[in-house]
């Protein structure tokens, strides 16, 4: 019998018009196998040889018999990607780095999945650490840092990697501020992964969207999972969405009446550190969310008409108002919640508003005799100096308007009796 060569001859120089199917399957499953010595072995070098050789082979099947109908082994870019890894492996980090940006450069980044996108951006950035190039190797961390964040659920290894990379490239620089900002990250998704092996009832309710487990939860409307989360993980009680949304507010602003009733152990008060009065990146607190349409994504607006969300948007503002929330306080529009609440019409909120706890079911006409929680908000106006009457006259809120005339009416008489009053005495 012939016994089979230790390695294939040299491919430099052959004519693919003279190879047949068979013979160059032969040479792959050598070249493959030569690999996987060098791979047990640890002999980079050799393994990138022979890693070279098993792509010249793949590079001619694919010109001459159309790749994979030939042999299920032909992929180029995975083909690559292996011998990146192999340059990485033996201290090559330039040829690393260039085959890299080459596959970034000829795949356009539409074109490829996400963990594609994450393992290439990644595996740049470890080889310019190992390069001691910080800054480079920084900038694809972070951008593999984005995609890993947007694309991976939140107890996927991946993230926990790219936080470990980044935290190690960030303190190699001495940047410690950045470095111990991506330790505190890495800390909070090792928490969630021991939690969500714990409790994988809870985590499944969560997809990868970029934002935080407990936020997504709240948004969501998953009460039972947001308060085991925040009883289980106190380091995730202070997370904000992109826009500086609490869990409070997010809840607030989607309409979960349940979530906002979780997040209160004894009522009145909430739980967890939370408090009714924190606002978000436009200075909009919870008050001001609740009285404002359910974002179109979310399941009050997708499922339900506009009474249902109202009627929880009333308990919502109620509970709110329990827990002593601000109502003084302004949007980056000068808005406060009234000015909100008006803007939609909401005379019964309105009237919680302003109300004591023991007169809040009275009717509208009564509204004058209930501004009494805070008399102060009908004469704050917004930036565009507007008060609660002009807002009601310009959105055509015809039964608050003679009301809230007949308040100023009763607070210019109160005014002018005190100064007649100043000067008898």
Excluded at 5 to 34: K, T
Excluded at 212 to 226: E, F, L, R
Aim: glycine share 4%; proline share 5%; net charge neutral.
């Amino acid at each position: 019998m012939q016994q089979r060569p230790a390695s294939p001859p040299p491919m430099i120089r052959y004519d693919p018009g003279l190879w047949d199917p068979d013979l160059q399957r032969q040479f792959m499953s050598e070249a493959i196998e030569l690999v996987e010595i060098s791979v047990s072995k640890k002999e980079w070098p050799e393994a990138c040889k022979h890693q070279e050789k098993v792509l010249e082979v793949a590079g001619t099947i694919l010109r001459t018999h159309g790749g994979a109908n030939c042999d299920p082994r032909v992929n180029i870019p995975t083909l690559e990607q292996e011998l990146a890894g192999f340059f990485y492996a033996a201290g090559e980090h330039e040829r690393c780095i260039k085959l890299l940006k080459k596959l970034l450069d000829s795949n356009p980044l539409r074109k490829l999945d996400a963990g594609t996108q994450w393992k290439l951006l990644y595996d740049i950035s470890k080889a310019y650490n190992g390069k001691q190039k910080f800054h480079e190797a920084a900038a694809h961390g972070q951008e593999a840092w984005g995609k890993a964040e947007k694309y991976f659920l939140p107890q996927d290894e991946r993230i926990t990697a790219t936080a470990k990379l980044l935290v190690d490239i960030f303190h190699q620089n001495d940047d410690l501020a950045r470095g111990n900002a991506f330790k505190r990250r890495l800390e909070k998704h090792e928490s969630f992964q021991k939690f969500a092996s714990k409790y994988p009832e809870y985590s499944l309710v969560l997809t990868p969207s970029g934002i935080s487990p407990v936020i997504q939860a709240a948004k969501d409307g998953h009460a039972n999972t947001v308060r085991k989360f925040l009883e289980e993980l106190p380091v995730w009680r202070d997370e904000i969405d992109k826009s500086g949304a609490t869990v409070l507010i997010c809840a607030a602003s989607n309409k979960h009446l349940d979530v906002i009733r979780k997040l209160q152990i004894e009522p009145p008060q909430f739980a967890f550190g939370i408090s009714a009065s924190t606002t978000d990146l436009s200075c909009e607190t919870a008050l001001h969310r609740a009285m404002r349409r359910p974002p179109l994504e979310s399941n009050f607006s997708k499922c339900y008409p506009a009474s249902n969300w109202m009627s929880s948007a009333k308990e919502i503002v109620r509970i709110l108002l329990d827990a002593d929330a601000d109502t003084r306080i302004q949007n980056t529009d000068g808005e406060t919640c009234a000015h909100i609440c008006v803007q939609n019409g909401h005379t019964d909120i309105l009237r919680s508003m302003y109300s004591s706890i023991e007169c809040r079911n009275l009717t509208a006409d009564n509204i004058a005799v209930l501004l009494t929680r805070n008399p102060e908000l009908i004469s704050i106006a917004d930036s565009e100096r507007r008060t609660l009457l002009h807002t009601a006259i310009e959105t055509g809120q015809e039964d608050l308007i003679p009301i809230l005339l007949d308040e100023y009416g009763r607070r210019l008489r109160n005014y002018f009796l005190w100064i007649f009053h100043s000067n008898i005495a």
